[in-house]
């Protein structure tokens, strides 16, 4: 069985006070059995919001992660994280590829690949983003684009390292739109990425992999989302910004579980 997974996102949000204040106010939520949580803050704060989970009580609850690394271990690259440093701060996880890196930083299929295989090389879990724009599933594309980001990152940086990664599907138009996408209609993204990992890697790699769904999750729709069967979690931005929503997703995850 899969363990359900909920993720939060911070995006470039958060500052030293609202690290403190989080902590404590996730610690006091409590933890919920069942699921595995992880928490990607910006990557100056992953290891202050270590630290403060640790002394709020919940430092064994959650998992921390970065939201992006360079595709390469070290070298003349000003501003860039490599996965390695990462890992360092105390990092275990990275997003790689999520659709604002995509659309806003020129990142493509092959950058994302190296990127994946950069994060595994150094011993991060990679959370690999895909998902369709607003036109692409106008123009009824969205499955072949998903597929594409699969098969590109397979051929790239190899079906064993996609195979060992977990998916985040997360259409952009539900991204931060408010409009998330119906448990059915993520559902069926589901099935086509579980049945690209199968192509790709071979059965048992998709029977294994973790599929997340992102865009607009919040306390009041993740159970209908996390009921269906092959959603194995939630990479949430806007709310994972409240701790007390934050753990009434993971609740919610607890009880669909
Ligand atoms: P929202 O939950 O704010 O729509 O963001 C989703 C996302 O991009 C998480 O990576």
Redo the contacts with the bound molecule.
Sequence with gaps: MRKPLIAG?WKMHGDSPFVARYAAALADAGPSAGVEVLLLPPAPYVAPLAQALEAAGAGLQVALGVQNVHGEASGAFTGELSAEMARDLGAAWT?VG???RRALFGETDEVVAGKLAAAARAGLAPML?VGETLAEREAGSAEAVVRRQLRVVAGEAGPAVLASATV?Y?PVW????GRTATPGQAQAMHEVVRSEIETLCGADAAGRLRVLY????KPDNAAALLAQPDIDGA?????SLDADSFAAIVAAAGGAA
């Design positions: 996102n997003l999520h659709s604002e983003c985040a997360e539900a991204i931060g739109t992102g865009g607009s999750v990479l949430v931005g806007g709310a």
